[in-house]
């Protein structure tokens, strides 16, 4: 069989772009993509989608075309009159990640924010790929993640009481109870990131000296902030990271495969450990924490980040009456995320309101458009035009993932 089908009248076969971030495990996304893995790299992230950094390469009837390119030929046609009117591009980014260390903590800016220091940077003439480059584009991102494992990421910051307690609990951080106390979120936190160096490895050196030894002896729950603190140990470093203090401060969440979290602007957030789905904004602008060794620029972060308790919400998805897709609601208008799980013989029926990108997870299934056929299997992923009127059939079950825009009105 060829490695990728040929395209049908509106729908096309789509070779995303994988990422070799450090973080990234070994054989999760090999494996989905049946390659092999020769040389021990690392596979972060899976992207499908036009982004300029690493668009995804269209399967046509006349050849290979970068998927932004394509769009921007027929922009109408090819994403429909909505979205190419209120967008003009593909609003999102499709991805799929398999988190094997932590991540930076991290915060997205708002559209408004974005815009403004994107021309601020680009004014101050600090080149797109420098280190302390803050704004690669001018857009917001909120992301949506559905997990396909056991997942655990930090969510925002703890209830107060909750908060308290960890702080009443963790001897070393005692001395942040009345800052948190009397000025809340805003001081606590900025006072911790405006800690030298110095300061931050004098504060957290008793910490980790009591804590490691628990982790190499398995004493610590994944639900406790100390296995998280724990883990970020690097022996090899004489320095310490202050993204422990978040780890203190930030909701722990234990996700099982098919939950899902929304992150909008300014919520900070860390993927810890697992494998999900990821939907989000067409952007790539990162305001990072700690837990990192990349540049943090406290004075944008401090700007960005929105200090309130957050109570998680947990998304279990919708069930669209009639069919066998269940939808992820949110509150962004940029994307919107669904899955559909077939069993034999099932057939799922859909007409595509925008631009839609499917990327099979298992199984194999078939599309048919206008009677014409083209194959999904586990890996694979296709690109839909808009206003597409297609079919799903399986012969032995097949589990989906879309990404698509709500309506636009």
Not at 9 to 36: A, R
Not at 49 to 57: E, L, M, R, V
Not at 79 to 84: E, I, K, S, Y
Not at 373 to 382: N, S, V
Request: hydrophobic share 40%.
């Amino acid at each position: 069989m060829a490695l990728f089908e040929k395209a049908i009248d509106n729908i096309y076969p789509l070779e995303g772009k994988v990422q070799n971030y450090d973080w990234g495990g070994k054989k999760f996304i090999p494996d989905l993509l049946g390659k092999k893995n020769n040389n021990n790299a690392f596979f972060a992230e899976y992207w499908l989608g036009a982004h300029i950094k690493a668009p995804s390469i269209l399967k046509t009837k006349n050849g290979n075309i970068p998927l932004d390119i394509f769009l921007n030929q027929k922009p109408i046609e090819n994403l429909g009159v909505g979205v190419a009117n209120l967008y003009g591009r593909l609003p999102y980014l499709f991805k799929v990640l398999d988190v094997n260390k932590m991540l930076s903590i991290q915060v997205h800016p708002s559209k408004a924010s974005a815009e403004k220091g994107f021309e601020k940077e680009t004014k101050m003439g600090i080149p797109m790929n420098a280190k302390n480059r803050n704004y690669k584009d001018t857009n917001h991102k909120p992301e949506l993640m559905v997990a396909l494992s056991d997942f655990w990421l930090l969510h925002g910051f703890l209830e107060s009481k909750k908060l308290i307690q960890n702080l009443e609990q963790t001897k070393e951080l005692c001395f942040l109870l009345n800052t948190f106390k009397e000025n809340e979120y805003f001081n606590l936190y900025k006072k911790v990131m405006e800690f030298s160096q110095d300061q931050v490895n004098e504060i957290l050196k008793p910490l980790v000296k009591r804590i490691y030894p628990k982790l190499l002896n398995n004493e610590l729950q994944k639900s406790s902030p100390d296995y998280w603190a724990a883990k970020t140990i690097d022996s090899s470093s004489k320095d310490i990271d202050r993204g422990i203090f978040s780890i203190y401060f930030f909701n722990i969440l234990n996700l099982s495969k098919g939950e899902a979290i929304f992150q909008d602007a300014g919520l900070p957030h860390a993927y810890l450990e697992g494998k999900n789905m990821e939907l989000m904004a067409n952007s790539d602008n990162v305001l990072r924490g700690g837990l990192t060794s990349k540049h943090i620029d406290i004075e944008e972060l401090l700007k960005n980040t929105k200090f309130k308790e957050t109570i998680p919400k947990i998304l279990n998805g919708i069930q669209n009456k009639g069919n066998a897709e269940v939808v992820y609601k949110t509150k962004a208008k940029d994307f919107e995320l669904s899955k559909i799980e077939l069993l034999p013989s099932q057939i799922h029926s859909s007409t595509s309101l925008s631009v839609e990108i499917l990327i099979a997870l298992e199984g194999r299934a078939t599309l048919i458009e206008s009677g014409k056929k083209i194959t999904l299997e586990k890996g694979k992923a296709l690109y839909i035009r808009a206003n597409t009127e297609y079919k799903i059939t399986t012969p032995k079950g097949v589990e989906i993932y879309k990404a698509s825009v709500p309506k636009v009105n």
